[in-house]
């Protein structure tokens, strides 16, 4: 794999109920099928990934400190925690290594309380609308930074 460091994939609530979600916005992927597409796009890539998921805040802050100590690059879809999470972004901010905002859908085209996020501003990129791909295509910008 492309050198020893793991990439953490970390997903916030709901998404492991994806399957029950709206699929024209989510798609048709439950979160067992989504976690496999990460996988087989990193393996194309010849990249490490960890791929995680939790509707606790306090899991996920636990998950970057970790990513922090580790020196792991993450990305990160923080799901409704986007928009208006501090501790996430608090401790996203202190990642030594490069961090990925991700969205399945782009929140943008959708309600205006979802057009704010707290995390884009100490990530290296956001990414989003594309489905599971948004997943992919940051995979492959990862793969550029590291």
């Avoid at 986007?82 to 085209?109: C, K």
Wanted: glycine share 6%.
């Amino acid at each position: 794999m492309s050198g020893s460091r793991k990439i953490l994939v970390l997903n916030g609530p709901n998404l492991d109920r994806l399957d029950l979600r709206d699929s024209l916005i989510y798609g048709s992927m439950n979160f067992a099928q989504l976690t496999d597409f990460i996988f087989t796009s990193a393996k194309a890539l010849d990249l490490n990934v960890e791929v995680r998921q939790s509707n606790s805040e306090v899991e996920i802050i636990g998950w970057l400190h970790e990513a922090a100590d580790g020196e792991n690059p993450v990305i990160l879809n923080p799901a409704a925690f986007t928009h208006y999470s501090y501790a996430i972004r608090d401790a996203a901010a202190m990642l030594p290594s490069p961090l990925i905002e991700v969205h399945l859908s782009n929140p943008l085209a959708r309600e205006e309380f979802r057009h704010t996020s707290v995390i884009s501003g100490v990530a290296q990129g956001t990414i989003g609308g594309f489905g599971p791909d948004s997943y992919r295509l940051a995979l492959i910008a990862m793969k550029e930074m590291i």
